[in-house]
Structures are given as C-alpha cells and as structure tokens.
C-alpha cells in the first residue's frame, strides 16, 4: 500500500527555535526518571500483574504526559517528583488496555496488543489495578486539588469513552461531537498532567489554568494528528495498522471534512464506500485514498497547527519580559513538535 | 432440582437481641437516604451512562455498603453523608460490570446482566465512569486518610480479581490462597466502607481500627456464605444460577473443604466430577451433592460464624460500661445477620 507524506504544517503559525535534537535532548531528560518512577512504582505481590503491566507500559510509549507534568511542575516556579509523573502514563495505559478489548484491536504499537496475549479478562482487570495505582499516587499529595483534579479527568475521560463507542459506525456523526469525543477521551488526560504539574507546584489559579489551557490545547492537536497519520501513515511507521479508524467505524476529522465540504457526489461516493466497509473491509483502501484527495488530511493538519498555536498562546500570560525558563520554552516547542510529528 | 437448607449457625456463637424486623427497620432507614443519594449523585451527560449505571444500580441490592458506611460513621461517634455513603454502592456496581464480563455472567440479580443487555464494551466502560465517581466523591473529604483508604482498597481489589482468574479451573486452591481472595475481593471494601465511616466521624486511630477489623471479619463472613449458598439455594431464592461457581471453574470453601478433609475415595470421586464440568456440565448437580452430603456447606458456614464473631469482638474496644448506642448495636446485630441471611 503507497504511503503518501502528509502536508507539512506551515511555517507562518508555529516557530521552532529548537532543533529537533535539541527538543529530543529534553525531553529524554525527564523521560527517563519518569521510567525509572514507573518501575519503582509499579509494583504489586501478584506478580502476573506486573508482567501486564510492563508489557503495556514499556512497549515504546513516548511518555508524553508523565514529561509534560514535569515540565509543568518546573514551568511553575516549582519541581515535580517523576513517581507522581508516573500517574499519568499509569492512566493512559489502564485507558488503553480497556481500548484495546472494546475495539477489539489486535495490534498495539507494532506488536500484539496485551489481549490477544492475556486474554480480554486479564487486561480488563490489570486496567482496573492501574486505574487504582494512579489514584492511590494521586491521594499521597497533600493539597486537594491535586486528585480532585485527577478525578474530574477520568470522570470526563470515561464519558468520552462511552461516546465514542455509541457513534462508532455514525457516519453522520458532527464536527462539534468528534471535538468532544477527542477533548474527553484524548485532551482532558494531558490537561490534567499540565494542571497537576501546577497544582504540585503550589502555582497561583491563574497559572494553573493557563498550563490546564495549554495541555487541552495541545492534547487536541495531538489527537487530531493522530486522526490524520491513520489515513496517511504505514503500519511500519506508526506501529499500529493504519485505516484502522474507519475498519473499527471510528469517525474523524479528515473524513468528517470529506464529507461535509466536498461537491454532492464526492459526498455520496464517500459515504456508499464507508457503508460497505463492515461487509467489505477491501474498500478500506479506496476511502482512505478519496480523503486524501479531497483534501481531509490537509484539513485536519490545519486544524491541529490551529490548536497547537492555541496552546502556546495560552502560555503567553506566564511570560515574563526576559528570555522563557528553559522548560517553558520546551512546553512553547512542543507544540510545533506534536503536529509536525510522524509516529 | 431440590434446594435443601442450609443448617442454622449455632446459638452458641452469636446472640441476636434485635428481631429480624428490628433489624431490618433499622437497616432500611439508612438504605432510604442513601438510594436518594445514590439517585441525586449519579449525574452524566451522557444519557446512556446513566440508563448502564441505573440498570446494574436499581436490580435490588442491599445497600450493605452504604448502610455500614453510615453506621460507622454514628458508631464512631460523628455522621456521615449518605452522598458519601453512595461511594461504595458505585464501586460495588463497577466490579460487578466488569466481574460480569470476566465471568461471562448472563444473569444478575435475577434478571439479564448488564453486559447481555448493553454489551461487553459499554459495561467495561461505564464501569470505569463509576470507579471514578467513587474517587470524585471521596477526593471531596478534607481528610486525607479518607481518600487514601479507598485507593488502598481499590488496588487490592483489583489484585484479588485478578488472583482469582488466575486460579479459575484450580481444584488444587489451597484454603490460604481461597481467603486471600476472598478477603481481597469481597472483604476489604466492606472494612472500607467501616473504615472510611469512623475516618470521616474524625474518630481516633484506635477506632478506625477497630472498625476497619469489624468489617473485614464481617466480610470474609458474607462472602463464605455467598459461596455456601452457591451450593444450596434455588435460583429463585438468590437471584442468580445456583452452582454457578463450579461452572465457571471457581473453587471455594465447601468444596475445598471436602477435597481436603473427606476420605481418598470421595476426593478421587469429586476432583473426577469436577474435571469432567468443562466438557459436560450436567455433573454439576452431582458434584454439589457429593459436597453437600459430605459437610461441605456446613463446615463453610461453620467458619462463617467464627468469622461474624470475630466482627463483634473487634468492636469490643469500642464499647463503654453501659448500653451500646442503637448504630452499635446495629453493627454488633449485622453479624449474625450476615450469616443467617438466605438471599
């Protein structure tokens, strides 16, 4: 299958001063205490629960939301422990886990997902252990929003969870519904980081919210980019098969655009291939190919740069009038990083 | 099929001074505010998320949760909010949904469960909307310890769920590896709900304890006659398949009980019904038999009882010189209640 590049994102909306090392040099930084705060932490006296755990867990995620929480934490005049960084990675494994058996999904960054190795019932209550292991990381802090903030998420994230399963196969499903389905499901979770990286820190309301503000941002641009690889990427790339979205009836930005801005038949065309899918998952190919054409990659891309520079303005309050503290710059850089991003 | 009863406890061990319809009176008058709590708290915007949660809620529990809860709460000498006492129902529902789903469950309380009606992915994910609106509700309590001792709980739960899929089909379960199951899937959150009662009456470190001790004695007691009845009652008396655990490969104490204290030739003979189960499950009512007939239910009951003793004994510390206070007495009462009850 041919693997077109997708557009590049302009450069007129997101400035990098970083190189690409520069930012990978960073992040690893804090990337690797965050692991190590993972192993430490993930303990339990059932040791099949740890295999589980550390199958998911150290499977090759980019340990994004555990670095943003540090970087948050240091953003606001304050230093974050990376075994309170491992709440968030914690989380999105358990919220993957349970993914994976309501999907159905048999690949997970690039190797069998953990079900089709342990069995759906495993994976369902290795999900629940980690919810709880994050929660119970959560309830060491001593200021109370901290875990109140982290229970607003999952509240909302099992929300958007639940709505997404109810408008798979909607192919009428709304733009205003897609965004809530990604805020809830996807951008609450990195919010929640960047807020309790704040919190952690003792910040003012006013800086956690801008870091709350920033993180909803990005983690909507992140989602987006994520919607647009699975029309364009190849398996190899990105770990998990491509087309998958619209094999599984998920619904998303690149076809929603598709389908409601291209002439009448383009519309018809598109939607007659999305119906047959479930009988003939053969005309997967061809979808995917008619939103590319039809410019629904490029749409979602713009949206996401959209994003992405949302969540640097969301920083601008916090600027001072010198040069940005090391990590909020690398909080402004990661925002051109996650819609240029590939994998 | 002939459901025999279950030989009464003793009078030996535990003595009632309230009437059965004492002691439900009292019962009731706190499962009232706390059903309305449970009503009032269980607020999504997701229509569909309330109509799961209302199905697997509203089926006829007992609100035992709660009610200890409650209880505690005044026997420690405070009282507690029946908003918070609705913490426990919902956790309880959530491993329900999900126990379902790992169990295979088709019915419930009587009627279809949950996952048959709304399908595995909705209840796995509803499940976790209610995992986290116990954490929401209890992140609300000031002190520290309140939310900490649900997380703690949780984990173990979780831990024990797990222990116990990892042990399905084992006719080898040692009686030690049977309660640590039990004590983690069953017991420690009803010792929760008694702990988090008295943390939230602002008792003293002595009187959580005591109350955590009282609940999980009280706990191991009621899951081991769950387990007995699975071997007497009707399906008509308790909601659900009799004789469920043997099909679905779970072994537990009247049959262990038997494996291990009945002469070789009756253990050969029951561990050769029990393999046979998988392939044909009509041996099933044999098998009871053969555990019935040998003292199997009434050895688990036996233990039940010296378990509900061992609950009343752990509130001894708590009592004065004179009269208990009527929500003591009422806890001192649930012992022999829990292991009389029928349904």
Redesign the interface.
């Known amino acids: 299958m041919s693997s077109p590049q997708p557009p590049a994102p302009g450069p007129e909306a997101l400035v990098s001063r970083l190189s690409a090392e520069e930012l990978k040099e960073r992040v690893l930084s804090l990337a690797g205490p965050a692991d190590q705060a993972l192993e430490q932490t993930l303990r ?3 040791p ?2 740890e295999e589980v755990s550390d199958y998911i867990i150290f499977s090759g995620g980019k340990r994004l939301r555990p670095v943003l929480y540090l970087l948050a934490a240091a953003a606001a005049g304050g230093q974050g422990r990376p075994r309170h960084a491992a709440i968030f990675e914690f989380l999105h494994a358990a919220t993957l886990l ?1 993914d994976d ?2 999907d159905e999904a048999g690949r997970r960054r690039g190797r069998p997902a953990a079900r089709t190795r342990y069995g ?3 994976v ?3 999900g ?2 980690l ?3 994050s ?2 990381l ?3 802090v ?1 200021d ?1 929003r901290f ?2 903030a ?3 998420c ?2 909302i ?3 958007g ?3 997404e ?2 408008h798979t196969g909607d192919l009428e499903l709304s733009p205003a519904r897609y965004q809530e389905i990604i805020v809830s499901k996807t951008a609450v979770l990195i919010a929640a980081a960047c807020q309790m990286g704040a919190i952690y820190a003792g910040a003012d309301q006013k800086t956690v919210k801008s870091l709350y503000d920033y993180g909803l941002a990005l983690g909507i641009a992140f989602q987006m980019v994520d919607d647009a690889l699975d029309y364009v990427g190849s398996e190899h790339e990105f770990g998990k098969p491509v087309g998958h979205d619209l094999a599984e009836g998920k619904i998303t930005l690149p076809f929603i655009e598709v389908r409601d801005q291209a002439p009448a038949e383009v519309r018809h065309r598109l939607l007659e291939l999305a119906r047959a899918i479930p009988q003939d998952p053969g005309v997967i190919p061809q979808a995917k190919e008619l939103v590319r054409a039809r410019g629904g990659v490029e749409h979602t891309f713009a949206q996401a740069r959209a994003h992405a520079l949302a969540a640097q303005q969301a920083l601008i309050p916090l600027l001072g009038p010198g040069e940005p503290a090391p990590e909020m710059e690398t909080l402004l850089e990661l925002a051109p990083y996650v819609v240029t991003r590939r994998t």
Do not use: G, P, R, W
Request: glycine share 0%; hydrophobic share 55%.
């Open positions: 339990s006296h059932v099949f629960i349970h058996v309501v759906n019932d495993a369902i209550l290795v629940d252990f919810f709880s292991k929660y119970s959560a309830a060491e001593a109370h875990v109140s982290l229970t607003d999952t509240t994230m099992a929300e969870q639940v709505l399963l109810l």
